[in-house]
């Protein structure tokens, strides 16, 4: 499936199988055609087998277990002389041995050099700054000093995080944990290969800006569990930037005890796709974080090679700024919707549709919790300005389903919308772990929260 120079192959079936190379894994499509990638480690290496494709090029996502690190790998797709397409034995490059370096091979950037940045709050004003301990807030510092090891400073911590290595056990003085590479283990996420903008949109001023970015550098995306959502060059694998979502900094210093285990930080899937904000077109990135923090997270990644000359990160999303947000399992989408008439001509804005996910109803650390079993889809403005509040009604609007089983465990999981040839939305459908699919209707335009036939189940498992 190609969508505007973006090509993300879903859907696939994977095969493990134990034994020789070339039996793992068989990487099926729906149609018959098959992909069989070779040189895996079964049981050493595990991966998530995401893929995300480019041309004749496709980026293979996983992890280690034993080690919990991660791996982002280009590979060729060749094609055999039956013309059935095979993936090479060997990858072109694989994402974290050039972030960590190799034997006689040095990091292409050192850990001062790398360009990762961190959401900060400031009163009411947010803000997207480079994740260095100069820069933070007082209250970000704050956390990090009460929460790193004796042995070390806060500074140092965030050093750490960056990539510095001379405090790992193992080095001199070194109380850290040790890391195999840098990058983090990749479990839920996806892969996400971004091109050029897209064609299929019209009008002077997005000509303008297909223009303007349309020989932007290419890229590919991920959330990983070292608290991060990267951007990698697609062409040489090199790091491009990266994102540290700020609700998720009371949890960031586990990832320096010698005895960290697994833990998810940015694990959810990715969507990506251009869209009108404050008057101007972007492509903008929006990313659950799956396990990791109740919210999602949405990105400017109009210039992945110039991230902070961008509108950085616009906002986040979280069980602070409603409690009916769960941990955001589904895909996010982007989306373009009718918001009202003004003398009768249609007026549209472009959200981000989140279904909220599981585990509302979860008592945590922040006391932030709905009360029952909830389904419940968010859309989130992305024009909200940054030191403007999440207000319901005004830049984000809820939509519950009907009350379910008050006892079980319920969510709603990921949207699928409908539109018309303008590519507005019509229809969304969701399910939820109850078992019921669930039609939202926007057919004439933003309806008010939970009236009427808005919102009606049209299937429900038994």
């Not at 972030?99 to 709050?121: C, V």
């Not at 960056?162 to 990749?186: F, M, V, W």
């Not at 890229?219 to 491009?240: I, K, R, S």
């Not at 895909?331 to 472009?350: D, E, H, L, N, W």
């Amino acid at each position: 499936m190609s969508v505007g120079g973006r090509a993300l192959l879903a859907g696939w079936g994977v095969l493990l199988a134990s034994g020789a190379c070339c039996a793992t894994p068989i990487i099926e499509l729906d149609s018959p055609v098959q992909l069989r990638y070779c040189g895996m480690t079964v049981g050493a290496t595990i991966s998530n087998h995401e893929l995300a494709r480019d041309g004749n090029f496709i980026y293979l996502a996983g992890f280690d277990a034993a080690g919990i690190h991660g791996s982002l790998r280009k590979m060729v797709i060749a094609t055999e002389s039956d013309g059935t397409p095979r993936i090479a034995s060997t990858a072109q490059w694989d994402a974290a041995d050039i972030l960590t370096g190799t034997e006689g091979n040095p990091p292409r950037l050192s850990f001062r050099e790398r360009k990762i940045f961190i959401g900060k709050q400031t009163g009411t004003n947010w803000a997207t700054v480079p994740f260095e301990w100069d820069v933070l807030s007082e209250s970000q510092k704050m956390l990090l000093s009460t929460a790193t090891a004796k042995e070390t400073s806060a500074r140092q911590w965030v050093d750490y995080l960056r990539g510095a290595r001379d405090l790992e056990i193992g080095r001199p003085q070194g109380s850290l944990r040790h890391r195999k590479n840098l990058l983090g283990d990749i479990v839920n996420s996806q892969p996400l290969y971004v091109g050029a903008p897209t064609s299929d949109i019209s009008g002077s001023e997005y000509q303008a800006f297909h223009a303007r970015y349309g020989s932007r550098r290419k890229a590919v995306y991920v959330g990983a569990n070292d608290g991060m959502l990267h951007a990698f060059d697609a062409e040489d694998g090199h790091e491009l930037f990266a994102y540290i979502p700020n609700v998720l900094l009371p949890s960031l210093p586990q990832l320096t005890r010698p005895d960290y285990r697994h833990h998810s930080y940015v694990d959810g899937r990715l969507a990506v796709a251009e869209a009108l904000v404050g008057g101007a077109w972007r492509t903008i990135l929006a990313a659950g974080m799956g396990g990791g923090a109740q919210g999602v997270f949405a990105l400017d990644v109009s210039d992945p090679s110039d991230f902070s000359g961008g509108r950085g990160a616009l906002w986040e999303f979280t069980d602070r700024d409603d409690p009916d947000m769960g941990n955001v399992l589904g895909t996010p989408m982007i989306a373009r919707f009718m918001t009202s008439k003004v003398k009768g001509v249609p007026q549209y804005k472009y959200f981000a549709v989140v279904a909220n996910g599981v585990n509302s109803y979860q008592v945590d650390g922040d006391k932030r919790y709905s009360i029952g079993a909830v389904g419940a889809l968010f859309l989130l403005a992305l024009d909200k300005p940054a030191s403007v509040k999440w207000q319901e009604g005004v830049n984000y609007f809820k939509f519950k389903t009907p009350a379910g089983e008050p006892d079980l465990a319920n969510g709603l999981m990921s949207p699928a919308a409908i539109t018309d040839g303008s590519g507005v939305v019509r229809f969304i459908y969701a399910g939820d772990l109850q078992g019921n699919l669930w039609r939202f209707d926007f057919d004439g335009g933003m309806p008010k929260k939970n009236v009427g036939t808005s919102i009606v189940s049209i299937f429900t498992a038994v």
